[in-house]
Each structure stands twice: as C-alpha cells, then as structure tokens.
C-alpha cells in the first residue's frame, strides 16, 4: 500500500489550495481515510475523516466550514481549503486504514497506512 499526497506550496492569507492523496495497493472504498496535519513544534493532529461505509465526512472545529474531503471513489483523496490563515501551516498527511469507522483511530490515531506528507503555508 503507497500514499503519495500532493498539491502543498505556498499561498497568502484568505487564499485557497487543494491537496491530493493518490493511494494504491488498497480499495478505498473499503477503507477509512483521513487527513492530518503537523505544524512545527506541535504534535501531529486530525484534520477530517472519511467513512465510505456511512458516508459521512468528520472535520475538526478549526476546519469546519473551510475544508472539504473527497474522494474520486478510484484512487484519490482530496482536501479543498479555502479562507487559509497562517495557522494552517504545516506538513499535511493522508492516512488510511481498513477498519470502516473512525472511533478508536479519531483516538489513538493508529491508522494502518501513512502518506509522506506535502507542505502547506499559508503567509500572513
């Protein structure tokens, strides 16, 4: 299983970026999937997640509003963020696992497969 997430760079105060995550080696649509984000000197957090079975999309209260999560149903992952501010910047990761929920990952965070993570700032 490959995650390979793109699309990161840097944008101004208000702008917008979508990032991708291409997976392979898995069926997405048996899977859970989720973005995260780590900014420097902070610990990794969750950002939204994907339940396919439920069709539901989860975002943090910091994002809710901003980001949107899709998927093409295939291969690929987005999250589509719009109204940026600097404390958005950080390294964004893609991860997916094949459990169908997100309770005990949105806790323990011990999804079974992991991007590389693409950077993403946001200047003020």
């Known amino acids: 299983v490959r995650l390979v997430e793109s699309g990161g760079g840097l944008v101004q105060r208000g702008g917008s970026l979508k990032i991708s995550c291409v997976v392979s080696?898995?069926?997405?649509?048996?899977?859970?999937i989720g973005w995260y984000r780590q900014a420097p000197g902070k610990e990794r957090e969750r950002v939204s997640g994907l339940e396919f079975d439920r069709g539901r999309v989860f975002y943090v209260p910091s994002v809710e509003g901003r980001f949107t999560m899709f998927t093409d149903r295939k291969s690929t992952v987005y999250l589509q963020m719009i109204d940026l501010k600097p404390e958005d910047t950080a390294v964004y990761y893609c991860?997916?696992?094949?459990?169908?929920?997100?309770?005990?990952?949105?806790?323990?965070?011990?999804?079974?497969?992991w991007g590389q993570g693409t950077q993403v700032t946001v200047s003020a």
């Open positions: 080696g898995l069926t997405l649509t048996n899977s859970v």
């Open positions: 991860a997916v696992d094949h459990r169908r929920t997100l309770n005990s990952l949105w806790t323990f965070h011990d999804w079974d497969h």
